[in-house]
C-alpha cells in the first residue's frame, strides 16, 4: 500500500509541473495549483472504496488520478477539446464522472456540499452502506451553503463525510478576516456533528483516518467534519500570484512537503530505492507526455448550434398516457395536485418529496396531507429551512437515479435557493450530461393578500436560464397531467401552482394516471377577432374579459412556458391578426414581452395592430386588497381588448 500511496502522490505533483510549464507556454488558459495539498486528494482517494462517490474542488487533481481518470481526457477537459468531460464547455474540475464516482464543482464551491448530501441520502435510502465525500475550501465554509449542508446532514443522520482543505487563504483572503474561530472543531458541535482535525501534510495521517472515519460514517450513518490543515504554495489561480503571503511562510511549509517527505521516509524505511523510484517517476513521465500528445493532436471542437441547443437538455421523449379507465371525480385545483403526487409515488418508487413541513402537517397549503401515512417519512420528508440544500440535494438524489419532487412553501422563497436552480441543475445536462431529474412545486400568484413575500409571480426569473423547463398550470385536469409528465421528465422542471386557485376552481378529471405533454398549449375558447395568449390565473380573466365584450376571440392557455407552443400561437395570429398577451407578472421584462416580439418578428405582415400586452404594474405586490386590485390587470384586460379591438 506504501508504494502505491506514492505511485497516487507523484503522479499529480508531475502533472502539475507539466500544466505549468504548458501555462507559461500559452497552450492551457488557466491553471488552479494543488501542490503542496496532493497528500489529501490521494489519501482521501485511496481511503474510499471506488464506488463512493467524492465531490472535490480545484485543487484536488490527486482525486482524478488516483481514480483511475484517462489522463489524456483529463488534459483534453483542460484545453477544451472534444475528448475532454464536457466537450469543451466548461475547464479544469467542473465536470464529473459517473464510472469514476466524482462529482465535479461549480465556481460557486458551496453548492457541492447540498449535492453530497443527496448522494448520501440515496446511498442510505437504499442500504448501501456506502460514504460520501465532499471537500470544501476554508473561505468556502463562510457562505451558508456550508451551514445548511451541514445541519441537513445532521438531522437526517446522513453518511457523509465534509472535508475542510484549511490551506490559510481564501484567495488572498487570511483565516483572521473570515472567522474567529481557530480550529473547525469548534464548527462540528454546533451541529452535533464529530470533527477531527488531522495533519493535510501527513499522506500516512490522511490516509490513515479517512479510512477510520468512513467506516465510522457507514456503520452509523452520521456525518463527520474533517480539518486538513495544508498550505497552497502557489496563488489561488497562476495569475493572481502570491504576493500578500509572507516569505517565511513558504520557508516553513516548503519543509512540510507531503511528496519529498514521503519520498524520504520510504527510503529511509527501505521500502524503496533511488533506483526504483526513477524507474516509477519514468514510467509516470512517459504516461503524461503520451497522454500530452493525444491531446495536442485533437482538433478543436466544431461548433453546431442545433447540437448545443439540444444538448442543454437530456434526452427525453414524451409518450402522452392515457386514463386506463373511465373513471372520474370532481377535483379542485388543489386535490388535482395531491392526486398527482400520490399516483407518482405508486409509479416511481424512487420518487421522493422534500420541502418545510410536509409531512405530518400536510404543507402549509395540506397538499401533501396524507401522503406521509401511504409513503411513509423515508419518501415524504421535512426539511430544516434551507432552500439551497434542499434543492442540492435534490441534484445529489438524481446522480444515483432517484426523482425528486421540492416544495417550495411559497414561490417568492426560491431567491435562497436560486444559484442551485440556474447554475447547478439547469447547466448539469449541458456540462457533463448528467440529468437533474428534480420537479420543483412552486405555489405562486396573487390574490390572496400575501403582500410583497408572497405573491409574487417569478416565473420570468428561470424562463431566461436554458436548461430548465417551466409549466404553469390553470386547470385542475393540466394540473394533475402536467405534474405527472414533469415527474416522468428526466430533466429540471418548475412547476407554477397558483394559490387563489387551489380551492376555487374544479372540474370532472380521471381518476387514473395521465399526462399531458410539456410544450403544447391548448385552446380553451376559439373565435375570429383577436388572439389571446395567456397562462395562469390570467387565463381565467380572458375568458371573463371576452365574455363581457362579447369578443370572438381565441384564447390560447399557454400550460407550458418553457418551451412554449409557438405553432398554436402562430396559427391562431395567422387567422385573426390581432393580439393580446396577458400574465400576471408586473409588465416589465414579463415573459409577455419575449412572446410579444417572436409575434412581432415572425408575423408582422399578417398583423392588423401592434401585439398588445397586459400585465400587473411594475410595483412589488401590496397587501391591502384596495391596493391589490390596482396592482393586478384584470381591470385593464378589458380596455385593452377594446382598444384592441377597435384599433
Not at 445548511?148 to 453518511?159: C, G, I, K, T
Amino acid at each position: 500500500m506504501l508504494v502505491r500511496l506514492y505511485k497516487e502522490l507523484i503522479k499529480p505533483r508531475m502533472i502539475e509541473e507539466k500544466m505549468l510549464f504548458l501555462l507559461r507556454q500559452g497552450k492551457i488558459s488557466k491553471w488552479f495549483s494543488g501542490i503542496g495539498q496532493e497528500a489529501i486528494s490521494v489519501g482521501v482517494a485511496c481511503a474510499l472504496e471506488k464506488e463512493e462517490y467524492i465531490l472535490p474542488l480545484h485543487r484536488n487533481l490527486g482525486i482524478f488520478t488516483s481514480r483511475g481518470v484517462p489522463l489524456h481526457r483529463l488534459f483534453c477537459q483542460f484545453q477544451g477539446k472534444p475528448s475532454g468531460f464536457t466537450k469543451g464547455r466548461d475547464r479544469s474540475f467542473h465536470f464529473g464522472s459517473k464510472e469514476h464516482h466524482i462529482v465535479g464543482m461549480i465556481s460557486h464551491l458551496g453548492p457541492q456540499m447540498a449535492v453530497a448530501d443527496g448522494i448520501a441520502l440515496a446511498e442510505k435510502l437504499s442500504r448501501s452502506n456506502r460514504a460520501t465525500l465532499v471537500f470544501t475550501g476554508d473561505g468556502g465554509t463562510s457562505e451558508g451553503d456550508f451551514h445548511e449542508a451541514l445541519n441537513l446532514a445532521s438531522v437526517w443522520d446522513l453518511p457523509v463525510i465534509f472535508l475542510v482543505e484549511n490551506n490559510g487563504y481564501g484567495l488572498s483572503t487570511p483565516l483572521e478576516e473570515q472567522f474567529r474561530i481557530k480550529s473547525f472543531k469548534e464548527k462540528g458541535p454546533a451541529y452535533a456533528i464529530e470533527t477531527h482535525t488531522i495533519d493535510g501534510n501527513n499522506i500516512l495521517e490522511v490516509y490513515t483516518k479517512i479510512r477510520e472515519l468512513a467506516e465510522y460514517v457507514r456503520r452509523e450513518s452520521r456525518p463527520v467534519l474533517v480539518e486538513a490543515i495544508t498550505f497552497r504554495m502557489r496563488g489561488h489561480e497562476e495569475a493572481s500570484g502570491t504576493k500578500y503571503i509572507p516569505e517565511e511562510l513558504f520557508a516553513a511549509w516548503a519543509k512540510k512537503d507531503p511528496v519529498e517527505n514521503f519520498e524520504r521516509y520510504l527510503l529511509d524505511e527501505g521500502i524503496l530505492s533511488i533506483q526504483e523510484i526513477e524507474s516509477i517517476k519514468e514510467k509516470i513521465k512517459h504516461g503524461i507526455e503520451e497522454a500530452w500528445h493525444y491531446t495536442e493532436n485533437e482538433k478543436e471542437p466544431v461548433a453546431d448550434s442545433s447540437i448545443e441547443e439540444e444538448d442543454m437538455y437530456a434526452p427525453f421523449v414524451h409518450i402522452k398516457t392515457r386514463p386506463r379507465t373511465s373513471l372520474k371525480s370532481n377535483k379542485r385545483y388543489i386535490d388535482a395536485i395531491s392526486d398527482g403526487l400520490r399516483l407518482a409515488m405508486d409509479k416511481f418508487p424512487r420518487l421522493i418529496q422534500m420541502g418545510q413541513d410536509i409531512a405530518e402537517y400536510g404543507g402549509v397549503f395540506k397538499v401533501t396531507e396524507g401522503l406521509i401515512e401511504r409513503f411513509s417519512k423515508e419518501r415524504v420528508r421535512n426539511t430544516p429551512l434551507c432552500e439551497s440544500a434542499i434543492i442540492g440535494a435534490g441534484y445529489g438524489l438524481a446522480i444515483k437515479e432517484y426523482k425528486s419532487v421540492v416544495e417550495m412553501q411559497f414561490a417568492d422563497f426560491i431567491t435562497s435557493g436560486f444559484n442551485q436552480v440556474v447554475n447547478n441543475l439547469a447547466k448539469s445536462h449541458y456540462r457533463w450530461e448528467q440529468q437533474a431529474d428534480v420537479v420543483i412545486r412552486m405555489p405562486t400568484g396573487a390574490g390572496t393578500s400575501g403582500g410583497p413575500f408572497h405573491s409574487q409571480s417569478n416565473e420570468a426569473w428561470f424562463f431566461h436560464t436554458p436548461g430548465l423547463k417551466i409549466v404553469y398550470p390553470s386547470t385542475p385536469y393540466d394540473a394533475k397531467g402536467l405534474l405527472l409528465a414533469a415527474i416522468e421528465d428526466p430533466n429540471p422542471v418548475l412547476y407554477f401552482e397558483h394559490k387563489a386557485l387551489y380551492r376555487s376552481v374544479s372540474e370532472e378529471i380521471p381518476d387514473d394516471y395521465y399526462t399531458v405533454p410539456i410544450g403544447e398549449a391548448i385552446l380553451v375558447e376559439e373565435g375570429d377577432d383577436v388572439t389571446i395568449v395567456a397562462y395562469g390565473n390570467a387565463v381565467w380573466w380572458a375568458k371573463e374579459a371576452v365574455k363581457k365584450e362579447a369578443a370572438s376571440a381565441d384564447i390560447i392557455d399557454l400550460r407550458s412556458l418553457l418551451p412554449w407552443d409557438k405553432e398554436m400561437v402562430l396559427k391562431s395570429v395567422l387567422k385573426t391578426g390581432r393580439v393580446l398577451v396577458i400574465n400576471e407578472d408586473t409588465l416589465m421584462g414579463s415573459i409577455s414581452a419575449e412572446i410579444a416580439a417572436w409575434i412581432s418578428e415572425n408575423a408582422f405582415e399578417n398583423l392588423d395592430a401592434p401585439v398588445m400586452r397586459v400585465g400587473s404594474l411594475d410595483t412589488a405586490v401590496p397587501f391591502a386588497k384596495s391596493l391589490e386590485d390596482n396592482f393586478l390587470p384584470i381591470r385593464r384586460i378589458q380596455d385593452k381588448l377594446k382598444e384592441l379591438q377597435y384599433y
